[in-house]
């Protein structure tokens, strides 16, 4: 056993390890501020020193016992979830089995990862608290020495022995499971799952209640949202969106959505929704091409999409005959009339785009086929763009560069629609120029990284 005095220099040295933590968290909250000195920013760092202070975390965590700390969550599901009703997990990364599909167990649970839910107006105190019971002292945890009520430990929260204690059981209580056994609500999401051989069989499916991977997607944000809105990043999408030439290709992933958890209260969620605003980027999960139908409208031996292939879809082709056979009723022009016209625009613009998407989404290169090549120059460039990346396609990416094809495919488009309608709606420059602009604007007719 430890004498007094050694097991007080023990005592000291946790403590140090505390005071460490929090200052770094001060110096990392005044990094933001760095170099301002306006009203907003003066506050901002009186606010810093007030938060981080290690008797002031210690105090407002004792407070959020209404809290969890958790990997898993309940709440982003559904933000009407009550801790106390529904499970959370808190795992242990390195304990899940190994997939090849992309989840948490790639992450490192030696990383504070875990994220405070349950009541939003303690979520930060939570966190702090967490990230400070989270510091190593020995190769154990802050939060694991006070479980094992380790005298050391205790003795280092800075109180009399008898305070010192009760403290050490009110703030561990943020570890502990919130929820004892097992359960889910009504308002979570329920998945019978076929766990037997019968789909018939009632017997044979069990009852999956998915929670939502806190740690995970949190990860995934710190990694994507730097490297979409970085400084380089937008100077190379500008100069993509310019017909400049840029030193640096820019990064980007297609097809992707952002989910808003939260609304205007972000913090009801849990601390690490309302560090990102409420912001959740969504991945593309498209199927696998082999799940893809075959029928895409390829323009074989076409010099245009419009001549065939674009407009023999069925929705092209449908909305289309019922337009012309509006016009030819002679409307008036009025506003509803105008209204309809732009919904029928509108609608065939948006089928437009899910086209030229289907397209993009070939391999880099496929109009190099000889069936191709009589297809327009523009449109090999509109609907082709990961070709510019190729190396030995210096002059297509020049080309590409350019800019000039979303005005040439506006025009192009522009005299298919003409005809289609027989001329009862002329459309001419002006709607050419606004379709060029759409072109332009609309991220999925420029996924490219290597062009830019």
């Known amino acids: 056993m430890e ?32 170099g301002k000195n306006d009203a907003m920013a003066r506050q901002a760092i009186v606010a810093a020193h007030e938060k981080y ?43 899940l089995p190994t997939l ?15 994220d405070a839910t349950g009541d939003g107006a303690y979520n930060a105190s939570a966190y702090e608290l967490y990230l400070l019971l989270d510091c190593k002292v020995e190769g154990a945890t802050l939060g694991a020495l006070l479980q094992s ?19 050490a059981e009110e703030i561990v209580f943020l570890l502990e499971n919130k929820c004892v056994k097992p359960a889910t609500h009504a308002l979570g999401k329920q998945i019978y799952w076929l766990s037997g051989t019968n789909p018939s069989s009632d017997k044979d499916y069990c009852l999956l ?43 980007e992933y297609p097809d992707w959505a952002l989910q808003k958890m939260g609304g205007t209260k972000p913090q009801n969620v849990s601390h690490l929704n309302s560090e990102r605003r ?18 895409r409208y390829l323009p074989l031996h076409a010099n245009s999409v419009f001549e065939r292939a674009f407009g023999t879809r069925r929705t092209v082709r449908g909305a289309v005959k019922t337009f012309l056979a509006f016009l030819l009723t002679d409307p008036e022009p009025n506003r509803p009339t105008r209204q309809k016209v732009d919904n029928f625009l509108d609608s065939l613009i948006d089928e437009l785009i899910v086209y030229a998407g289907e397209l993009q989404s070939q391999p880099a290169g496929w109009t190099l086929d000889k069936r191709y090549e009589n297809l327009a120059l523009p449109e090999k460039l509109w609907l082709d763009p990961q070709r510019a990346a190729m190396s030995d396609e210096g002059e297509f990416a020049q080309h ?15 005299h298919w629609l003409n005809a289609q309608l027989q001329g009862k709606l002329p459309v001419g420059d002006a709607e050419a120029r606004e379709w060029q ?16």
């Open 100 to 114: 090849d599909e992309l989840g948490s167990h790639v992450l490192n649970s030696q990383e504070s990862l875990a």
């Open 400 to 414: 590409w560069l350019r800019q000039e094809w979303p005005t040439q495919v506006g025009k192009r488009f522009a």
């Open 149 to 167: 009520s380790d005298a050391d430990a205790v003795s280092a929260l800075g109180h009399e022995p008898v305070e010192a204690e009760q403290v």
């Open 278 to 295: 409420g912001d959740n980027y969504l991945l593309s999960s498209l199927p696998p091409p082999a799940w893809k139908t075959n029928q």
């Open 209 to 251: 209640a998915p929670l939502y991977p806190a740690s995970l997607v949190h990860q995934a944000y710190l990694q994507i949202h730097p490297t979409r809105y970085g400084l380089k990043n937008l100077a190379a999408r500008k100069a993509r969106r310019d017909g400049n030439v840029h030193e640096c290709a820019y990064e």
């Open 53 to 95: 202070q290690l008797a002031a975390i210690l105090e407002k965590g004792r407070k959020a016992n209404g809290m969890t700390i958790a990997t898993h969550t309940t709440k982003g599901i559904h933000p009407d979830l009550k801790i106390k009703h529904t499970t959370n997990l808190a795992v242990c990364f390195e304990e």
């Open 3 to 34: 004498n007094k005095e050694e097991s007080t220099e023990r005592s000291q040295r946790i403590r140090q390890t505390m005071q460490a933590h929090v200052a770094s968290r001060l110096a990392k909250a005044l990094a933001k501020w760095d």
């Open 437 to 452: 602009r759409v072109l332009l604007s609309d991220e999925s007719f420029m996924v490219t990284g290597g062009a830019a």
